[in-house]
């Protein structure tokens, strides 16, 4: 059966799922722009409260996530792989927990200004989640795979980007250590905003693998 055909065939309730993919990375791109928003003020007053309502971006991740474990533990037919909608969920989900990891380290490192680095990839992070908007939205016809496979390879460049900006802050991190315990502190940060864009990298796999999958 081809993939339109299944899409006419299957029910509202069946096709819910990308409803709830789409809501997740919605999620994820409003948490991105958050994140780079408040850092670029340079202002730790703030920081407090970027927490709190990542926290909540976290939740929102979260809820979605289970409720698309409880449909796929109930529902017969889905509109792509059950493996697919999984992995495509909880990468999703990781990259808001990846976020939310680096907010609680800014108050609980107390940090007072964020390196370069950290903006400079927290707009690489936005940019990647925007499109990821686009591709999980794709999802629902797989009409264009050009246009996909074009995004996908963004993406990619989106992640070796802030690849090149984490190695060169942790090798100037380790240039000059004078400090042993700033040093964890920052590479700890480092690690976990350049993971979220790793998670990114992650789910336009899965997009693109499912895609593939249908063709």
Not at 34 to 43: A, C, I, K
Not at 154 to 164: F, G, I, M, Q, Y
């Amino acid at each position: 059966m081809s993939m339109n055909a299944l899409m006419r065939w299957l029910k509202p309730r069946e096709m819910v799922f990308f409803d709830l993919l789409e809501s997740a990375t919605g999620n994820a791109y409003q948490a991105a722009q958050l994140f780079d928003r408040e850092v670029r003020t340079g202002d730790p007053i703030r920081f407090a409260e970027l927490r709190r309502q990542m926290k909540d971006h976290e939740h929102a991740g979260d809820d979605l996530t289970h409720e698309i474990v409880d449909r796929l533990n109930q529902t017969f037919v889905t509109p792509i792989e059950r493996e697919d909608i999984l992995h495509l969920a909880h990468a999703i989900d990781d990259v808001v927990d990846c976020l939310h990891a680096v907010c609680e380290r800014l108050i609980l490192y107390r940090i007072s200004a964020v390196k370069p680095a950290i903006t400079e990839m927290s707009s690489l992070l936005v940019e990647g989640a925007g499109e990821l908007l686009h591709l999980v939205r794709s999802l629902r016809s797989m009409s264009n795979r050009k246009e996909i496979r074009d995004r996908i390879r963004r993406v990619h460049t989106l992640e070796n980007k802030a690849d090149s900006i984490y190695h060169a802050a942790l090798a100037e991190l380790f240039e000059d250590p004078k400090d042993p315990i700033q040093l964890i502190k920052w590479k700890e940060i480092l690690e976990q905003v350049e993971a979220a864009t790793d998670k990114i990298e992650l789910v336009a796999k899965v997009v693109g693998s499912t895609v593939m999958k249908n063709a």
